[in-house]
């Protein structure tokens, strides 16, 4: 068992509820030393997340409950209060502060998938538990992060939990989803990350944090505890059990921002938006071949009975602005087209549901061309934000308000040159066989990348 710290001076019951009383003279010990088999412990750790209350109802009753993480400088654990400890001790915990916590304290196995935290046991309060605010606020260390990079994300797994740092790009409105297992609506907000590997990626907070977000674009923030997701390629959520800290005082955040300021809010980001099709097929671990127009047409890509994928370099030369997006359902997962029963009712045959109101996403045709050729190409709601700069929803306002206005962003996303990653796949339509070509992913130029690629071409002549 570790060797405890220091002692804690003499001290009343905090929030805890359970009478008078003093506490003197009790251990500290560090937070990797608890366990089920520790007794008579107290630790000195700073609150560096509070959960919202949450209610919950089965059929052995209701109730509810809230969690905290604590951090010192062994390590992270996580508390959860039940009912009476959550009247009792949810207005006690302020993120940021320092507090002693004293046994006794339930000290069990960690119910990972509620958790972000780094430990294999967390705390639950009970009746006699003991907290009180530390006088020392300065000794225990602030939020401990383990930062993964924009573009290191298509190496973590799905459901991954991680930390980053990022600059704000973008803030979404807020929208609501319908979760197809409880019914009930969420509200959600999405964000649009950038940091200096010339990567951006979307992530999407949830509840109240959505509702009441008003950071500015151009922040820094550090979020700790975010789920990897292969939506779209990569993308990532913010956890319940998770935080945000806006622009926080740390090496990382400072030439963040300094990036951004000096010139990378106009760099062209990368996404790692795709359907798995950046790697030749699913599975293939072969990077696309780069491809002409020309050469897809030549070598019949997406006549066999399996898809062909590879990579274009081309310039869009023409969006067709009729049917650029469609109504899509709010459940979660679903992203159906919903039709309108009256101005208010939108109806879901496929979850046999009616929402509020409907949420655009794009189902786009274009064409591209290249200095060999032209051809169609489709593409659906990460690629359409990217190529048209605002969501289809945001479009869709614009064209009811201001057509002017809407045909002005369609001209404005002409003539731009992309890397798109593609599949090629025979399709039937009106009884006829042919290839239809889907943008998998789509990314800027990367000017840097580009200059290596001439500088090997020329090397290819022999020019001095």
Known sequence: ?????????????????????????????PIEGISPYAHKWTIKARCTHKGEIKHWHNKNGEGKLFGVNFLDDSGEIRATGFNEQCDSLYDVFQEGNVYYISSPCRVQLAKKQFSNVNNDY???FEKDTLVEKAEDQGSVPQVRFNFTSISDLQTVEKDTTIDTIAVLKEVGVVSQITSKSTSKPYDKRELTLVDNTGYSVRLTIWGNTAVNFDMQEGSVIAFKGVKVSDFGGRSLSLLSSGSMTMNPDIDEAHKL????????????????????????????????????IAQVREENLGTSETPDYFSLKATIIYIKQENVSYPACLSEGCNKKVVDVTPDEWRCERCDKTHPKAEYRYIMSMTVSDHTGQFWLSAFDDVGRLIMGLS???????????????????????????IFRCRAKMDNYQEQQRVRYQIASASPLNYPAESLILADLLKLYNID
């Open 257 to 292: 921002k300094g990036w951004y300021d000096a010139g990378g809010k106009r760099d062209n980001f990368a996404s790692h938006a795709s359907l798995g099709m950046a790697t030749g097929g699913p599975g293939s671990g072969k990077r696309d071949a780069f491809k002409t």
């Open 392 to 418: 289809a929803d945001e479009l869709q306002v614009k064209k009811e308000n201001d057509e002017k206005a809407a045909a002005e962003i369609f001209a404005e996303a002409n003539c731009k040159t992309f």
């Open 1 to 29: 068992m570790p060797t405890p710290q220091s002692s804690v001076p003499p001290r009343g019951r905090g929030g805890g509820g359970g009478g008078g009383g003093a506490l003197a003279h009790a251990t500290i010990f």
């Open 122 to 124: 967390e705390l639950q």
